[in-house]
């Protein structure tokens, strides 16, 4: 069965960092490409961030660009995403997401169970 692990998230002062990771099994991960969303209490889920099977072109929302890394290690079946500078309004539940054709938004098959990022102020 497909999974999806997020791990990494928790509570930082604006300014801090986060690294988040997500452990992939049931799934030939290098041949999946890889997406983060995130979804803050009373508002639909947003498209953060996507990289290729190959980790050779990544994506960036506006809002997290020149601040969030995405990257991944095929060997250990796991995607990460490194945020820095983080703002308040980052906070939200991040989610892990994979599929094998997808654009920014569609074709994530697979979901993890997310994880809580809180920046305060």
């Known amino acids: 069965q497909v999974q999806l692990v997020e791990s990494g998230g928790g509570l930082v002062q604006a300014g801090g960092s986060l690294r988040l990771s997500c452990a992939a099994s049931?799934?030939?991960?290098?041949?999946?490409?890889m997406g983060w969303f995130r979804q803050a209490p009373g508002k639909e889920r947003e498209f953060v961030a996507r990289i290729i099977w190959s980790g050779g072109s990544t994506l960036y929302a506006d809002s997290v660009k020149g601040r969030f890394t995405i990257s991944r290690d095929n060997r250990k079946n796991t995607g990460y995403l490194q945020m820095n500078s983080l703002k308040p309004e980052d906070t939200a539940v991040y989610y892990c997401?994979?599929?094998?054709?997808?654009?920014?938004?569609?074709?994530?098959?697979?979901w993890g169970q997310g994880t809580q990022v809180t920046v305060s102020s």
């Open positions: 049931g799934l030939t991960f290098s041949s999946y490409s």
């Open positions: 997401a994979a599929g094998r054709w997808i654009t920014r938004t569609t074709g994530y098959n697979y």
